[in-house]
């Protein structure tokens, strides 16, 4: 065999581009390519290493040597060395040998290698991603599933751990074995998205694949790079969209991957307090490199382009945008405005959605981020982040705090579900109820909830119709839909053996109808970011831990009203609807067919005095632990009437104020945030028990 011949992919133009941080392709040129060179097939390569003193290609073909086949560094000084090297094909397995300014001699996988071995070496392997796709029509028309307008109900999942074979519970199921699986179970369950946590290839399971070292390689856990774009296919072929976890918020140290890639702190921030996360023990990588900033941009290009993935779940960001992440005073240094916010890691970010929203407009991006940090999903343009949508970490908190409490002392935290309304329309949010809440001690979202096994699945019933007919997207942890007991376990499959027993069985069925209810019902998801979408009806009644509020769609009459009552008591509730209304019951979390006591959500009287400050009123009868879902069927236009004064409409004055009251409106109002009126505001504890 020969050594290495001189040859480039790269032109003048390209060179431009990655030194100034803006070559968006990068995965065209570097890595391993299959060429012809003069008629001879091999392997182009090349890699940036711009302190090593020289770099060869390793692996079986050469016994390992260092010596043998060295790649020729580019005269640019770009820091680029390449090479072809014939007779290679796929399935070789090389790595770069790199000899430091030190002469030490380090052995690197290939940053942009498409595929890696499966063991202690994890040499990277010459690949391919061709594929040949049958998605033209999901490509197509996936901007209309993508849209803010549209219903995005997402279900989050660990690939190792989903399913496994009952004969054989420590073997992955390939991806092509979860896609026999996966699919029609999505379709089954109604859900519009799947988010897969990390498929980049990555050393450490426990790690649920957050410490990545092959960023462009599919991990080969379950198989080849094709078998991964055949389950993508398949989904997209029934209408399923996939959301990828990306994470270039920090890398790990070992001794294969980017850290001290070439001898030097090339890939991560030579600062410890910039470049290595305390809690992680891992590498943070420096975006204010423009190479470094180009290589993550066209990381996330790839993903969209090559594995046609149609949208990309950003990790990690608040530790990304804040300097004091996890850090104690002095242990840090502010930015050059005196401030804590990393303006390098909120550029890149900012370049980053301007680039993969201008090359593919119809996908989303989606912000794991947990602070307050504002604009994240506003446009750049406008000074905002860039990104789609945002996870309502608050909401998470704070609905899984209440939930937590026994029903008889939530009248004391009324306002942990009230607070969201506060702020929900400032950001395009997605509402998560995610792996890291059934983990670590944290229990299952089931026995987070209080009482017997009844009033678990009644509990956890009713906190869904809150979350699935609450402003913005859903996203639900794989195995919350059907009531996994124990904590999530990455290394062993749920417990699918509980869909044997009727009370899982009929919570699945819940989340089932709750996304078609979601889909279908156009007030749930067409002003889902938009403040007219949303207004309360009662927002104060704590006394008796009952909630009532209207979604609304684009048309005047497309309304549908939520009434959750979160007391194991059955009430005949009377309940201020406008005149002219005519309402059905077209969900009641009580039904018997999901596990609940069948108690009959059903309006059982009409007045037509006022009430909450409408003119008309419903008794509704409230099951216990519920959620009810009724829908405005028609609105008759309405009559004149003289004035006239009752006690339901007298001063609010008279009435007790939550903590969400008057005060709290006058400053919603003043945040931008459209809420119920003053004159709206439903009067609280006025609860009619019908005799």
Known sequence: MENVFPHSLFTAHDIYLFREGKHYKLYDKFGAHTIEVEGRAGVYFSVWAPFAKEVSVIG???????????????????????????????????????????????????????????????????????????????????????????????????????????????RFFTYREIAERLVPYLKEMNFTHVEFMPVMEFPYDPSWGYQVTGFFAATSRFGSPQDLMFLIDELHKNNIGVILDWVPSHFPGDANGLHFFDGTFLYEHEDPRKGFHPDWKSYIFNYGRPEVKAFLISNAMFWLERYHADGLRVDAVTSMLHLDYSRNEGEWEPNIEGGNVNLEAKKFLQDFNTAVYKEFPDILTIAEESSDFPMLTKPVHDGGVGFGMKWMMGWMHDTLDYFKEDPIARKYVHNKLTFASMYVFNENYMMPLSHDEVVHGKASLIYKMPGDEWQKFANLRALYTYMFTHPGAKLLFMGCEFGQTREWNFAASLDWHLLEFEIHKGLQNYVKDLNHLYQTETSLYENQFESNGFEWVEANDDNNSILIYLRKGKTENDVTMTVLNLTPRVFDYKIGVNEGSSWEVILNSDDVKYGGSGVKAEIVDEEDDEWMYRANAIILKLPPLSGVVLKQKTVEKPKKKTAKSTEANKPLAKTKKSAIGVESIRKAKTAGVKKASKEKLPAAEKVLKKK
Do not use: C
């Not at 580019?74 to 040998?97: H, N, Q, T, V």
């Not at 033209?136 to 028309?141: C, L, R, S, T, V």
């Open 60 to 170: 079986n073909f050469n016994g390992w040597h260092s010596e043998s086949h060295k790649l020729f560094p580019r005269w640019d000084s770009s820091g680029i060395w390449e090479g072809f090297i014939p007779d290679l094909k796929w399935g070789d397995i090389y790595k770069y040998a790199i000899r430091t300014n030190k002469d030490v001699l380090l052995e690197k996988g290939d940053p942009f290698a498409l595929s890696w071995e499966q063991n202690v070496q994890a040499s990277s392997v010459i690949s391919t991603t061709w594929f040949e796709w049958n998605d033209k029509n999901w490509m197509a028309d996936r901007w209309k599933k993508n849209s803010l307008d549209a219903p995005l109900s997402v279900y989050e999942m660990h690939l190792g751990s989903w399913m496994r074979g009952v004969d054989d519970p420590e």
